[in-house]
């Protein structure tokens, strides 16, 4: 039996509703026919509950702690004969996902082949953005510079703000050494650490070898002491903090509330005497330098009535990027805009798309491409996934922006991100008919001539690091923006693949307020671009 489009939609239903234990007799009729018939469901089942187990354990990098892994087992027990097969496809799931886990990232689908690398090989996963008479152990850091995971870091005077990708931003005194787990994760492992942490990274974690403490929402300090015991102390909010032994096994958590403070060490949680004190001392802001670099862009708001969508730009010319509505009977059709997140947006069918030229690409710069999207829950798969691309040049490929439509690669309807051979894909489903932000992050290692990283958020909230890879195109040229904007040879396409990589019917949904920078913008911009659409440099309007 091999499964259509809508086979595996409704395979990749049924499982979700195993996996959340809420699947109906009808549905176990089903999932065990299509199981028993099917090759192919049987790989796409053992896939998605390896996926599901794998998740959870994982989890606590993406969130706050891991939950617990839901079970399987037990759950069939009216029926012997549905037991027997879940209990070993549950187990072939089990074994399969062990090796696939060991073998790439989780975070990134390499469209059927075989990935040579793995997680942490030179993961970007934060930057420093602020810095106050620093001097660093082992050479000097820049403003704007990027940290990697495991990166181990010393501050032996100064003051230096850091901003992790999920969007907390801590500040740390020296003398401080400080290890950068992950995007959502640090370990003090001796000085003073303040995290402010907004709603979208909630979750964040701190660990020392005393105390782990789980960001509920708040901002917090952290004292690391060279014996191994630490304060914490919480300015807003409330934080979970779990106490180690010395053994480092994690005992009882407790919840830490706006204005207390506790110590922790091997032997116990101690109050603090002088927390008004501390609290005072450690919420004080000191004055830090800051990156203050010009931004080159375009943005096309699709506020027209209708037809052709003119670009706004940070310089004169912004004529050149005008989007042109395809076929070309649509573009004097009112049909083209909808009400939009600010204003008006444009409104594709399935049949309609627009083009535009595109930024040039040259040397090894950064780009953030972020804009509005709403999908109809009822877009079916036949519907294109591809919201955005543009060619990488003459290998027929281009950088593909869209939603999932495949349930063996991941969550359906969550979006993805890639060039055919590789694809990021997160875990925020974004086809629900509610209108949803998106941005997606290209940086590049700096002073080299390739190695492409890609950084997915959904809602101001990061939903997917990619492996950082060598995307280069065919004259020895890599995925960025020039620092001076200007028309290119290449297009862009908004609501349909390039022309090489085109099947089935565009895009369905509408589109706003679409902004390409020609650098990485931090979380705290993004944020800024979902509640006011204005960044520094771009003006914003009244929704």
Request: with cysteine; net charge negative; glycine share 12%.
């Amino acid at each position: 039996m091999k499964l259509s489009d809508s086979d595996l939609l409704e395979l990749s239903a049924l499982c979700d509703q195993l996996i959340d234990g809420v699947i109906e007799e009808p549905g176990k009729v089903r999932l065990e026919s299509m199981l028993s018939e099917s090759e192919s469901a049987r790989q796409f089942y053992v896939r998605m509950l390896g996926q599901s187990a794998s998740l959870f354990d994982y989890a606590g990098e993406m969130q706050a702690d891991a939950p617990e892994a839901r079970r399987v087992k037990g759950r069939w027990s009216e029926s012997k004969r549905w037991g027997w097969v879940l209990a070993g496809l549950a187990t072939a799931a089990g074994v399969a996902m062990m090796f696939w886990w060991s073998q790439a990232v989780i975070r990134e689908v390499p469209g059927g082949q075989k990935s040579a690398e793995v997680e942490g090989a030179d993961e970007g996963v934060g930057r420093i953005s602020g810095l106050g008479d620093c001097q660093w152990a082992g050479g000097s850091r820049e403003l704007g510079s990027e940290l990697r995971q495991g990166e181990r870091i010393e501050l032996k005077k100064g003051t230096a703000e850091i901003t992790f990708d999920c969007g907390a931003v801590v500040t740390i005194e020296g003398p401080t050494v400080m290890e950068m787990s992950s995007a959502w994760e640090a370990v003090v492992v001796r000085g003073t650490l303040r995290a402010v942490v907004p709603r979208e990274a909630v979750g964040f974690r701190v660990g020392n070898a005393s105390v782990e403490v789980v960001d509920l929402g708040t901002e917090f300090s952290l004292v690391a002491e060279v014996d191994g015991g630490a304060e914490v102390f919480v300015h807003q909010g409330s934080v979970e903090a779990t106490p180690k032994d010395g053994a480092g096994n994690d005992l009882s958590s407790i919840i830490l509330k706006e204005h207390e403070g506790r110590r922790f060490e091997a032997r116990g949680i101690l109050e603090v005497t002088d927390t008004a004190a501390k609290l005072a001392r450690l919420k004080q802001s000191p004055t830090l330098e800051r990156v203050s670099r010009p931004t080159h862009w375009v943005r096309w708001s699709f506020d027209e009535p209708g037809g052709l969508a003119f670009a706004e730009t940070g310089k004169q010319g912004s004529e050149m990027f005008s989007a042109q509505i395809e076929p070309p009977g649509e573009a004097l059709s009112a049909g083209t805009r909808t009400e939009g997140r600010w204003n008006r947006a444009l409104l594709l069918d399935g049949k309609t798309f627009a083009q535009a030229p595109f930024p040039r690409v040259t040397k090894f710069t950064q780009r953030t491409v972020a804009f509005w999207i709403q999908i109809p829950a009822e877009a079916s798969a036949a519907n294109g996934g591809t919201i955005l691309a543009w060619p990488l040049g003459g290998n027929g490929r281009g950088i593909e922006v869209g939603w999932n439509r495949d349930p063996l690669e991941g969550t359906v309807g969550a979006l993805k991100t890639g060039n055919g051979r590789h694809s990021l894909i997160g875990n925020t489903p974004i086809r629900d008919g509610q209108w949803h932000h998106l941005a997606v992050v290209f940086s590049v290692k700096q002073k080299a001539t390739g190695n492409l990283q890609m950084r997915q958020y959904v809602d101001g909230r990061l939903d997917g690091v990619s492996l950082r890879r060598n995307f280069k195109r065919a004259r020895g040229e890599n995925l960025g923006v020039q620092a001076k904007v200007g028309v290119g040879d290449e297009m862009l396409w908004i609501g349909a693949n390039i022309p090489s990589q085109r099947k089935g019917e565009s895009f369905r949904g509408a589109i706003d307020e679409l902004l390409i920078v020609d650098r990485v913008l931090t979380p705290e911009e993004i944020r800024q671009l979902i509640t006011s659409n204005h960044i520094g440099g771009i003006d914003g309007k009244t929704p």
